[in-house]
């Protein structure tokens, strides 16, 4: 069923009608697409039907065409004439639950004509998912919210159109990868079963809609997929990413791990796949960022500590004076901390290792990462003991996901040929630190392969090659989803990850031979 | 992929979900429905999703469903609590050139709950066919053509509603069946080529629309199946005066002739059907209502000569004074004057048998039928020597017709085990009189079955027989169609038939042992 098109935009070439081949425009039409696409079914717009019998005579019978599929059935959603300018466009969307990312594509050469990003402005009502599926239980609430991100997506979309001077009319294909709550916010529909046990999402496979049905303002017959979920937990921006990631299609095991507002892990190879989602642990996001910020100039990105001095060597986003710390800056610290010496395996901060720099206030230990004389703000930036535990147990929680999983199918995480991680998490921390911490498994550094955004690059994926849906409904068919929440030896896989690297030493060779005092 | 459902509406029990069955509202529902119908694809109707985690667990998972088909895709169109009511509707439309008759049903039980009739309000701007189509090329005239009778239908609809206490929003399910003019011209889609060589309709398959998608007001979801045509010359109306008289599925070759603004036939068994359309030779319509009149009150519908007196036995509609003559009186009346010799076998009046009831005006024969004194009018009601020319005309296309469409599959009228005869021109003329002159074949009278509306009668079964709908692919997908304009032996035949019976005697045996002066 892999379609013979290499695009969704295709030009056909039709039979003049005669008395002797005197089938409809439309039968015409489809026909030639039939044959073009190995298709049985191409359903024509009804709104292309009225224009069709005057375009084709001007046309000479030669169309441009633009369509989509959904399982089976082939949808012939734009005509113009072979050659026109601007050729037709597509829109990927990651709808992010914080960011929302846009990317406007040509649908005949697949090139990226621009690409935009803003912040949901669903945050406006309610910060994260747990708070705005309980705002759609108040009255107008589900409204309000779907309102926030059609408008929101409305109004980045003629901006990027702007930008790049191309017209809203002209975007024909749309795909959309979300998780299950924003994708039925966006949707409107209501996810209020989704996090009451035992948690049922309105739908799975929202499959191919007009874009027009749920207020988006592109062409007036523009398709839109959604790409599915595989249950309340693992949504379709995981779908997207394991479509991006290509880890379905390979010989070789390899991981994906996704940390966005859920850390959301899959596991596989061409033959199987098996994911989980860590909602269902302490939640890694809160901890990874509650003490941090996010990227910006000044910002704390990197840091080294020379475990024989305990001197620091930080480094800030644009090298502007230093005003925070972000997600990668944090586990750069806890990792060089812990490999001077200066916290314990259970991450305590040690006061004859850390020396002036550790301050107490309200009983509670602070380190000063970067003193007030050398800050943005004028104050001491600090990183307190709670901060500490909580990125232990966040990193804990990482690795018992990864454990679990690889464990379900026989595995443990160091026999991974690749671990992809995707995001800004993927994007910009030190694998090195994460292993050191034993948040992530002691794999050679080049086994770990950031992805980038690969929500976005699956969206896009479905708009440049056709063949990609065909995949989505192999993997979302061939998912194994574990469910943690249901899981026994979580918890004691868990406890026995709160240690740096881990209890288990025998796991971490690498670490082991860099911390000397072991 | 014959359902196995009995009707469009089906009640489903769902399994509740739990931890260990925790797909999505709409795949449980799809799921089951699946299950029952035998198929792969449900398509769950956006809308019906935003409602349906609400009514799934306040019905506790007890469902009626409206489904309904197009190929191999079922759609979801509406969902209550099982055992409400009123049960969903369903209209049947048959939509023709000069009347559009509704057909109000019960889609659970199949029962008929109102039907009403009126003229196709578009003959106000123009009469017929020909001019409609003219007048859609004119500035605003499709759009106008359009709306004169999707506004109509919505009138009866609400009318036909009120009559029997449905709410139009009940209507869940609607087929139409029209010729391929009239339903191009209610798509709102251009018509102009059809009757341009090579007679290129805009669609031969319009398939399953939304009503709503159309203007019609129904239920917002309401799905319409509009009968798909075979060709510019040949309609929906005739696809489902087929289905509705079974000759696709017998043994024996039968006939089916539907005589409205064209006389369209098929011929054919469970293993073939041929079809032509009699647009191509003289117009059978206009030659037999051009001297006659609409059934009404008062007008005669069964005449009988009395050949050895010459006495007319006149018998008019409701048994009130005369006033004019419709299609069925016509031809007895013909039928009479062959068979008391008052005309010969030209079909001309012979003043030495017609007497006192013939007249000359402006030099042309006239023939009295009533006479003044006991008329409605006060004046004679008369026929032409002209209008019984073009009654043989008439009466020889139809006849040509059928002997052209017999002959290119090797038979002879005489050879049809059954001749059904669709329309008032079926339900009213006396199949004896019709033979008499040589119009139709001279098989055994009880070989004649009128149908009544077979439009109205297919759309109908198609709303209340699943199954019918795979009968309306395969009867489009096997018919071949016959274009009499092309054929080169039907002037020869014509000109063999415009005598009465016939130029060969030996085909009408039972008119030659009555007319007792051959």
Not at 47 to 74: M, T
Request: one cysteine or more; hydrophobic letters at 45%; aromatic letters at 6%.
């Amino acid at each position: 069923m892999t379609p013979d098109i290499t695009r969704w935009v295709t030009t056909v070439a039709l039979v003049r009608p005669s008395l002797r081949d005197n089938t409809s425009d439309a039968d015409r039409l489809a026909g030639a697409l039939k044959k073009q696409l190995s298709t049985d079914v191409v359903e024509i717009d009804f709104e292309i039907l009225k224009k069709l019998p005057d375009l084709l005579r001007q046309w000479d019978y030669n169309v441009r065409c633009v369509v989509f599929r959904d399982r089976d059935r082939w949808v012939l959603t734009h005509i113009d004439r072979s050659g026109d300018t601007p050729s037709p466009a597509g829109l990927a969307i990651d709808l992010g639950t914080t960011r929302v990312v846009l990317r406007l594509l040509d649908l005949a050469s697949g090139k990226t004509l621009a690409e935009s990003s803003f912040d949901n402005p669903q945050i406006s009502v309610a910060p994260d998912i747990l708070a705005r599926i309980h705002h759609a239980d108040t009255p107008g609430g589900l409204a309000q919210l779907n309102d926030l991100i059609i408008t929101g997506i409305n109004q980045a979309l003629m901006d990027l159109c702007r930008s790049c001077s191309t017209d809203p009319v002209d975007i024909h294909l749309l795909a959309l990868a979300g998780n299950t709550a924003m994708t039925h916010l966006f949707l409107g529909l209501n996810p209020h079963w989704i996090i009451r046990e035992p948690y049922i999402p309105v739908v799975n496979r929202p499959g191919v809609l007009k874009a027009a049905d749920v207020g988006i303002k592109a062409a007036p017959r523009a398709r839109m997929l959604i790409f599915p979920n595989i249950g309340s937990y693992f949504g379709g921006d995981l779908v997207a990413g394991i479509l991006y990631s290509g880890i379905n299609k390979a010989m070789d095991t390899a991981i994906l791990v996704d940390v966005g507002t859920n850390a959301e892990v899959v596991l596989g190879n061409s033959s199987w796949l098996i994911a989980c989602a860590g909602a269902a642990g302490p939640a890694l996001e809160g901890g990874v960022t509650r003490m941090g910020m996010m990227a910006a100039p000044g910002v704390i990105d990197r840091i080294s500590i020379d475990p024989a001095t305990c001197e620091f060597d930080v480094h800030t986003i644009e090298e502007k004076l230093p005003c925070g710390i972000c997600g990668s800056g944090v586990i750069d610290l806890a990792a060089g901390l812990f490999l001077a010496g200066m916290v314990d395996i259970r991450g305590r901060l040690l006061p004859e290792k850390c020396g002036t720099r550790l301050q107490e206030k309200n009983g509670m230990h602070h380190l000063v990462v970067v003193p007030r004389d050398q800050s943005a703000t004028g104050y001491d930036l600090t990183i307190s003991q709670a901060d500490i535990d909580s990125l232990i147990r966040s990193k804990a929680a990482m690795y018992t996901i990864l454990e679990t999983l690889t464990a379900s199918v026989g595995m443990v995480p160091g026999d991974l040929s690749t671990f992809y991680v995707s995001g800004t998490f993927g994007s910009f921390i030190n694998p090195g630190s994460a292993i050191s911490i034993g948040m992530l498994p002691d794999l050679p550094i080049n086994s770990y392969k950031p992805l980038g955004n690969s929500s976005l690059g699956g969206a896009a994926m479905a708009l440049t090659s056709p063949s990609c849906v065909d995949e989505i409904d192999r993997i979302r068919d061939r998912i194994t989803y574990l469910e943690l929440n249901v899981n026994q030896e979580f918890m004691n896989r868990f406890s026995a990850a709160k240690f740096l690297p881990h209890t288990d030493l025998s796991l971490f060779p690498s670490v082991k031979k860099r911390a000397t005092f072991f």
